[in-house]
Nanobody, 117 residues
Framework: QVQLVESGGGLVQPGGSLRLSCAAS????????MGWYRQGPGKQRELVAR???????TSADSVKGRFTISRDNAKNMVYLQMNSLKPEDTAVYYC???????????WGQGTQVTVSS
């Protein structure tokens, strides 16, 4: 059974920070490209950041300089450090895994991030 379980979401003030975590099980973690996606109300799901098996990363222009994706292959964990949060970052954030960057692929259940005063 493959599971991706996100944690760390919550309510934060603008300018604040939050770290999301994703715990993977049921896969050989180091064989998967991992990513974070988000979907705000009334919006399409969009890629936030992804990290390849050995650490190279890609991130959306809207979060560059503020968000950092990282992974720990020994712990089967992927993280998203979010700094300088803005109200427009409010969304459900989803963990994603893609076998060698292609298929099969898996999704977590999502964790809510709300940025508001």
């Amino acid at each position: 059974q493959v599971q991706l379980v996100e944690s760390g979401g919550g309510l934060v003030q603008p300018g604040g920070s939050l770290r999301l975590s994703c715990a993977a099980s049921g896969i050989i973690f180091s064989h998967y490209v991992m990513g974070w996606y988000r979907q705000g109300p009334g919006k399409q799901r969009e890629l936030v950041a992804r990290i390849r098996r050995f650490g190279s990363t890609t991130s959306a222009d809207s979060v560059k300089g503020r968000f950092t994706i990282s992974r720990d292959n020994a712990k089967n964990m992927v993280y998203l450090q979010m700094n300088s949060l803005k109200p427009e970052d409010t969304a459900v954030y989803y963990c994603h895994a893609a076998y060698f960057g292609t298929s099969p692929e898996y999704w977590g259940q999502g964790t809510q991030v709300t940025v508001s005063s």
